[in-house]
């Protein structure tokens, strides 16, 4: 789980939305603003909201694009007071500042699974100069003197009170990270755009020297540590915002023991507590489960410096979540039926040991209330389970109180109180360990029922044993959530395709600025996000027209509209900037837009992105080069050239600059192939396929054997069969390449990926990250048999029919990580859409860029798609500036 993902799930029950769009609930703050944030601009004074940010800026004031900055934290108890004082302040001595503008946001802050390198702050003050700063720091540390707050990691802290500095970019100035994207920048002694460097942890650069009032305090922070703890940590474990847990050696004794860290004031659970609060809940609750083998011994608890540990026994084995992905039998395509049958006996055992834990643990008179695959450990020989992690257990005799911290595969519904939260969790266990998809429920608990179908008809168990965890999960479902029968298969072409379109439909928001298809979260962290070809606006309107759905020139009309001026910082990249809604809007038949958007992209720094498909040089190149196919005159000149420029960096990338520390078709090495063989088919230069063949050695070299050896792209500790990152994509343009040119090593990497894209269960639906873009791919394919291809076909159809979750009674999906739905092409029901229409439409789906798939087979489901008109060009004069990567703005 991409814990991040969960802030977005707070305004929108359907959708990931922006926090700041929250409204307030039963359990979590009000969101009324605080008194600063409603009250009238002073004069003198300008305003800007900026996310979560609402900022100040006084009339006339040029504030430096970089120096030191000062962040205050406080608490929910104080802050309006912190607010109030600090405000004045900066309005008194006309100093620029921001601040989270209300109570929820700073909730969602300083929550367990919020960003530690953005935890704890809250106001932001940029002083007009460094010889200004010790004067600021010294009233405001005197002002808030006895104050607290979350610490800030990413800071150096003023003595013991709120307030902190560190040094960083004021203006929104970008530059390439170490992964090729773009990151806010600051410059160098030579100018030099370089990563302004944002983490956990107090990062100033080489070059800046302290001011030297600030040398105690940073003495005081290198003192700062675990001297005199009586541990010895040996391996971080994982971390939240709330703190660390690791792995120690008792130095008085030699045992191997857990440690859990909690950080005062952060890491806020639902109904506010922070870590220090749960931690100390945990210690109580394993106190009176004491003696219990399924749970943990407590060895002690202490402090240091500030932060609240708790030590406790080490169990030896592994985590239900990481067993249960290790002996997974429907990780190859078609697994036996005695392998099946023996996970389903297995299943059932595991869970009757967790469930009888669970038990004991309530006749100790506790709910345990976040109950999950990675909080249950499982011994080496399987014949033991343990419960880990208490902070959020609370008495049985609470039968009124409800959830404050959960999984989103395992939170109860808000119905569910006292011990039915743990019935309802152990209810979604069963079936997570046949078929782990229960964060479905998270949107819709609907799907239960379909749930335990494909799971009993996959593993051959009896329906009837999964009856009643369906039940204790589907009771109390609103009608509403219920699919009705109307509902088409995906594989019900043209009636599906309709029934997705309809649904994309349902969810225009032609009224906000931001996007107008709810999509991932990366709509609201970039810019461009709500319009771009991955997650916004091009995407969807792409997918439409690829399927032959009926168009919606609403859409249209909205994207031109919000590129009549480009926003500063706006990237030029094909999937997350203006090459590619330059190239979607001239598709779709709007010419003048289009060309006054691939101008602009042509008149950037192309030299300074990254090489790759998604964000750089070859999506670049490759849009621009068919732009300027169906330009004249000095746009067909202006448009050819930038592309030649983008296409000789990306070059380099491969035989001079540092290779992308990313694998696959859009973020490595995979998609600046693709630029070079498409460049091939132009001028017949066979250069140009030596270089698509080093380009796609790299990625395959960063490729290893999987289950049943099939060849996967290696992604940190997972290997991904995917289109986006995986192994998927490297496979579609290896076919691109091997039209063009035998080579054996390809040859046989290109049978090794089959099996890796035809296994049986995918748990994301998505196009880049999930089983539709393995559809698209088997759909391309002219390798092996096409009656092999076709099962695999089917078999991810079923999948993506289990994995839908229908919208206002029609066809859709959830995005990335399951939690919310999305009508975006790179996670979402556009992109399920696109896949399926390079199965069944006439003229073959498929993406940018990529000729087309070689014949339908004559026994594939053949239809006609309805006929789709096509809006005009767009109208009216655009506001262009000449520079959109590198501007002044304000930046947190």
Request: charged fraction near 20%.
């Amino acid at each position: 789980m991409n814990p991040e993902y969960g802030v977005y799930c707070q305004a929108d029950g359907d959708f990931y939305d922006a926090p700041h769009r929250a409204r307030s609930t039963a359990t979590a703050p009000d969101a009324s603003l605080f008194a600063p944030a409603g009250a009238a601009v002073p004069e003198g004074w300008e305003t800007h909201p900026d996310g979560d940010w609402l900022g100040f800026h006084p009339a006339g004031t040029e504030l430096p694009a970089q120096g030191w900055k000062i962040h205050v934290s406080a608490a929910a108890d104080n802050a309006a007071s912190v607010l109030r004082r600090v405000h004045d302040y900066c309005l008194t001595h006309r100093l620029p500042h921001k601040f989270v503008p209300s109570p929820r946001l700073l909730h969602i802050r300083n929550a367990k699974y919020a960003d530690r390198a953005g935890s704890g702050k809250f106001i932001t003050v940029y002083p007009l100069g460094d010889e200004t700063l010790q004067q600021v720091c010294d009233d405001l540390t005197a002002l808030l003197d006895g104050e607290h707050g979350p610490y800030v990691l990413s800071d150096l802290r003023l003595g013991d009170g709120p307030v902190y500095v560190r040094y960083g970019a004021f203006a929104a100035r970008y530059c390439l990270g170490p992964d090729g994207r773009p990151v806010v920048a600051i410059a160098d002694p030579d100018g030099t755009l370089v990563p302004d460097p944002r983490g956990p942890s107090l990062k100033t650069p080489a070059w800046v020297t302290p001011p030297a009032f600030l040398r105690p305090h940073l003495e005081a922070r290198a003192a700062l540590g675990t001297t005199g703890m009586p541990y010895a940590i040996e391996a971080a474990l994982h971390f939240s915002n709330g703190g660390g847990v690791y792995r120690a050696r008792d130095t008085r004794t030699g045992a191997t023991v857990v440690l859990k860290e909690a950080r005062p004031h952060a890491g806020l659970a639902a109904d506010g507590a922070d870590a220090v609060t749960r931690l100390e809940c945990e210690r109580t609750a394993l106190e009176q489960l004491a003696g219990l083998d399924c749970v943990p011994a407590v060895h002690e608890a202490f402090d240091i410096g500030g932060h609240h540990f708790l030590a406790l026994e080490h169990i030896p084995g592994h985590t239900l979540n990481t067993l249960l992905a290790r002996r997974f039998p429907l990780n190859v395509p078609e697994p036996s039926a005695e392998a099946a049958a023996e996970h389903a006996d297995w299943a059932a055992r595991i869970h009757g040991l967790v469930e009888d834990a669970v038990r004991r643990v309530h006749d100790r008179g506790l709910v345990f209330s976040d109950l999950h695959m990675n909080n249950i450990m499982v011994t080496e020989d399987e014949t033991r389970v343990v419960l880990l992690d208490f902070e959020a257990a609370f008495p049985t005799t609470d039968t009124d109180r409800r959830q404050t911290v959960a999984n989103p595969a395992f939170v109860a519904p808000a119905d569910r109180t006292g011990s039915d939260i743990d019935r309802y969790a152990l209810a979604c266990l069963r079936l997570a360990l046949l078929l782990p998809l229960t964060t479905l429920f998270f949107v819709d608990r609907g799907r239960a029922p379909r749930l335990a179908r494909d799971a009993a008809r996959l593993f051959g168990t009896d329906e009837a044993a999964l009856a009643p965890a369906v039940r204790e999960i589907v009771r109390g479902t609103p009608a509403e959530h219920t699919p009705g029968p109307d509902v088409p298969e995906p594989g019900d072409w043209p009636r599906s395709r309709d029934s997705m379109a309809r649904a994309i439909a349902a969810s225009f928001t032609p009224e906000r600025d931001d996007r107008c298809f709810p999509g991932d979260i990366t709509q609201f962290t970039t810019r461009a996000g709500g319009q771009c070809f991955a997650t916004g606006a091009a995407g969807v309107l792409y997918a439409l027209r690829e399927t032959g759905a009926p168009p919606s020139p609403e859409a249209e009309e909205w994207l031109l509209a919000r590129t009549k001026t480009v926003e500063p910082g706006t990237p030029p990249g094909f999937h997350d900037g203006l090459a590619g809604i330059a190239w979607t809007l001239h598709r779709i038949g709007h010419h003048d837009r289009a060309a006054e958007l691939a101008r602009l992209v042509a008149e950037q720094p192309l030299e300074r992105f990254s090489a790759d498909l998604h964000s750089g040089q070859a999506g670049i190149a490759l849009a621009l080069d068919d732009l300027a196919g169906d330009a004249s005159g000095t746009d067909a000149r202006i448009l050819k050239a930038a592309a030649d420029r983008c296409a000789a960096h990306a070059a380099r990338s491969l035989t001079e600059g540092r290779p992308s520390p990313r694998t696959g078709l859009l973020h490595g090495a995979t998609g600046i192939a693709l630029l070079f063989i498409r460049r091939y088919e132009t001028t017949g230069d066979p250069a140009l396929l030596d270089l698509a063949a080093a380009a796609l050695s790299r990625d395959l070299d960063r490729c290893k054997p999987g289950a049943g050896d099939a060849l996967l792209v290696v992604e940190g500790k997972r290997l991904m069969p995917y289109l986006g990152a995986g192994s998927a994509g490297l496979a579609l343009v290896l076919d691109e390449y091997l039209a063009h040119r035998t080579d054996e090593r390809f040859e046989a990497a290109r049978r090794a990926i089959t099996p890796g894209v035809c296994s049986a269960f995918y748990v994301q639906p998505g196009l880049f990250r999930g089983v539709a873009g393995l559809v698209l791919q088997l759909a391309r394919s002219p390798l092996g048999d096409p009656a092999d291809r076709r099962r695999a076909i089917t078999r991810h159809l079923r999948l993506l029919g289990l994995e839908a979750t229908p919208y206002q009674g029609e066809l859709a999906f959830p995005g990335e990580q399951l939690m919310r739905r999305s009508m975006d092409l790179a996670t979402g029901t556009a992109g399920v859409l696109l896949a399926l229409g390079s199965v069944y439409a006439d003229t073959p789906a498929t993406l940018p860029f990529l000729t087309p798939r070689p014949p339908r087979p004559t026994d594939r489901p053949r239809t006609s798609p309805s006929p789709s008109g096509r809006s005009a060009s767009g109208t009216g004069t655009s506001r262009m500036p000449s520079k959109v990567f590198v501007v002044p703005n304000s930046s947190s």
